[in-house]
């Protein structure tokens, strides 16, 4: 029977986004995780008796969690594929949740935690994985950047229901919410397609174009793709044994490098500890609390530029924008800092730098840093390549809090925020030296040029000279018929 190839764009589009929003509650998630803490710790210290060290652990305790969820979670999703490993992340979240609403010591609340924190090291590896693999080259940037909206999201709302609960001491209330969209979560992830990529993998071409056919505005379309996917397949060296590959060790080191970027750009200084940071500026009480909530309303709304701009205007210039202003919001709070008491007006003025910041951390190094994750590895060791970047994420996340109030102490209030503006300024340099511009790349078409030894930067779209070195080597500029390098 002649069917007919084209589908109405509309629709096609309407399944990818409703696909994508799905998938990217799971940001919900682990945005309740990171801001629920820093409104519930108070409350649990006192009537725990906690002492320092065991705050410590309870706030490091996700961390930790999160990085052996991301270790794990490259097994699974190639394994039980992405779809099962994020339901599996889901239940363990909200098991999580009402084991930390119902703890009754400080080590149970340690243990919920960490348990909350394995599945968000699950969701922060599957769900980018998830969304970079079902979305098309030309909105890739912006399903994926979903993902980090939600968390977004999931961090305001934290901060929020903190300030609600606060007024009665009820911690309890602030676990027990954060377990409402893992729950969401899970019954919405039920209805996910598994990726197509994961289904090729697999040996399962139809069902794999199928899910294509439904997500692409023609059945050409999908059948092109699936061939794409099927190319890349033909290089049989898997996981750990890429690693004897040097262009695969090559995008794994800048994986991590991106990961170690978003950190050291200072975004967990803000997230875990801006209630202190609004004290250093003269603000008590109350204050503290609304200040971090707009902080998280900022953080939210600046992630809609990411999402705007990610697929038209590109990624390397969000992210020159962005670490410039996050250097002018922290090299200012430092300035401001630096001389204490302040008065009045260079109190909101330190309250509108903050601002400043966040918003130009949420629509560039925010998102971004994700999407690029989840676009430069190679298919075969993309569970392997993921799984050690997000790890990194976790790592270096632990080091910034683990550090922070020790650096206030050590160098003092100006100076430690003088060398986030100064980490910030150094990543513009970085950007430009070995970040590729990946905008309207297909996923195969970044791979071959990966593999066939361009440098990081040519990778996606090359520059003119770039260009001209790939037609006299025949390199693809997108994904057609030829098979990467091998070692």
Known sequence: MNQSVTQPVGSSRMRSLIIGCLAALAGLMAGLDIGVISGALDFVAKEFHASTVAQEWIVSSMMAGAALGSMCAGWMSHHIGRKRTLLVGAVVFVAGSLECALAWSVPSMII????????????????????????????????????????????????????????SGNWRGMFAVAAIPGVLFLIGALFLPFSPRWLMMKGRRSEALEVLANLRDSRNDARREIQSISDQLQQKQKGWALLANRNFRRSILLGMGLQIMQQLAGVNVVMYYAPKIFALAGYVGPAQLWCTAMVGLVNMLATFVAIGLVDKWGR????????????????????????????????????????????????????????????????????????????????????????????????????????????????????WRFIPETRDMSLEGIEQRLMAGLPLREIGQPSRKAAQDASSARIPQESSDVVPKGP
């Open 316 to 431: 390397k210039p969000i992210l020159y924008t962005g670490f410039l202003i996050m250097a002018v919001g922290m090299g200012s709070l430092g300035l401001l800092l630096n001389s204490l008491p302040l008065g009045p007006g260079e109190q909101i003025i330190a309250v509108f730098m903050l601002m400043i910041y966040i918003s130009g951390f949420s629509m560039s190094a925010g998102p971004l840093i994700w999407v690029l994750c989840s676009e430069v590895q190679p298919l075969q060791g993309r569970d392997l390549g993921i799984s050690i970047s997000t790890l990194t994420n976790w790592i270096a996340n632990m080091i910034i809090g683990a550090t922070f109030l020790s650096l206030l102490q050590w160098i003092g209030n100006g100076p430690t925020f003088w060398m986030f503006a100064a980490f910030n300024l150094a990543f513009v340099f970085v950007t």
């Open 112 to 167: 919920g935690r960490a348990v909350m924190g394995l599945a968000i090291g699950v969701a922060a590896f599957t769900a980018p994985l998830y969304l970079s693999e079902i979305a098309s080259e030309t909105a890739r940037g912006a399903m994926i950047s979903t993902y980090q909206l939600m968390i977004t999201a999931g961090i305001f709302l934290a901060f929020m229901s903190n300030t609600f609960f606060s007024y």
